[in-house]
């Protein structure tokens, strides 16, 4: 048989039967990317608890703080990868390892926050249009997109920062927080105090007992914060109606009286007006007992500011109810709007004798101007 000839199983019978035969295309093996080893600049920012991380704390002998910024010093050489061949698990721990550079204790600070998910990792390129500015890799397709941005910007310059929240931040605002929900909770106990009480002046209230009524208590507004702090620490026996014991809140019986009743007092301390003196060449007034022939020779004397006599016949007025003569002078001379420095004020009313407020409520204008008070404060 010669080298020609076709053997029984490549012999065609139908030739027509046939399809036409196609050329097979070449298998070729194609490498998608080509590895370019970028140098990466690694650095970090971390916050530590000096008390809990001492062989990383660099204060050495400074005052104790709570929280301490820590930085690499000296920074370390960048670290050479084909970061496109990492996975972003990979490149985390090549990164840390790279950063500790066989320190143990940053190592395993590092690895310890890894794993509770307090590093922060951002990433930039230089000149790049999206990682221009450095961005956060929250992820593995985050790391994706940002490992091909550096390939494709090959060989720009790569860096890689790792950082946490500012813990003292965080520490700030927390007390802040804390500030202003312990200030929240003061005035509203502030404000379940007024529910309960009575206002008397600008800077008083006055207080009854919850239990006893004949008991009162004179409260100063300054010292409302004092009280609303006792409610919130919850102190014992003290309530919105119950203030703490202490000598800024004093029950005192409403029914005493801390003064006489300027009605009752003696004639030096009770001044009802200026003592007029019948001039020589006129006749004194006459009693009301006196005869009808010694009322022709009453003459009326004016007062030389010009204003009428007051008729001695005023009905006279009912006693103050003990709520209100438990008030002091001083409060009655503040919602007067006179003023504490005003000392001439102060002196006649020493003068006087006038120690309680009720002295007023008795008491004229024109009976003031004739014991000295000027126009504006009588």
Known sequence: MSPTTLTDSSRVLCPETQSPQTARPKVTTVMVKTPRVAAISLDYVLYIESAKNGPLSRRQGLSPIKWEKIVPSPRPAPMEADIVSFTWPRFQTEAILHLANQRKALQAFLFKNLVEGNLLWLAYIKDHCDYGLAVQIHGATDFLNFSNAVYN??????????????????????????????????????????????????????????????????????????????????????????????????????????????????????????????????????????????????????????????????????????????????????????????????????????????????????????????????
């Open 153 to 378: 910007a090959f060989p720009a310059r790569v860096a890689v920062k790792i950082t946490m929240d500012n813990l003292t931040h965080l520490a700030y605002e927390e007390a802040m927080r804390a500030h202003f929900q312990h200030h929240r909770q003061i005035a509203k106990a502030i404000k379940s105090i007024r529910v309960h009480a009575s206002v008397t002046s600008l800077t008083s209230l006055t207080v009854v007992h919850p239990d006893h009524p004949q008991q009162v208590m004179e409260v100063l507004t300054k010292d409302l914060p004092e009280w609303a702090e006792a409610i919130v620490a919850n102190h014992p026996k003290v309530t919105t109606r119950m203030p703490p014991q202490t000598t800024n809140f004093v029950w005192v019986d409403g029914r005493k009286r801390p003064t006489t009743h300027p009605l009752d007092a003696p004639p030096s301390k009770h001044n009802t007006g200026p003592e007029f003196t019948t001039p020589r060449n006129r006749t004194a007034a006459t009693e009301p007992c006196s005869s009808p022939s010694d009322v022709d020779d009453i003459e009326v004397i004016q007062i030389s500011s010009g204003t009428a006599a007051t008729s001695n016949h005023t009905k006279p007025m009912a006693p103050a109810s003990p709520e209100l003569e438990s008030h002091h002078m001083e409060t009655y001379i503040h919602v007067a709007h006179i003023h504490k420095g005003d000392k001439l004020t102060w002196a006649r009313l020493l003068n006087h004798g006038i120690v309680h407020w009720l002295f007023f409520r008795s008491s004229s204008k024109v009976e003031l101007i004739g014991l000295g008070f000027p126009i504006g404060i009588a």
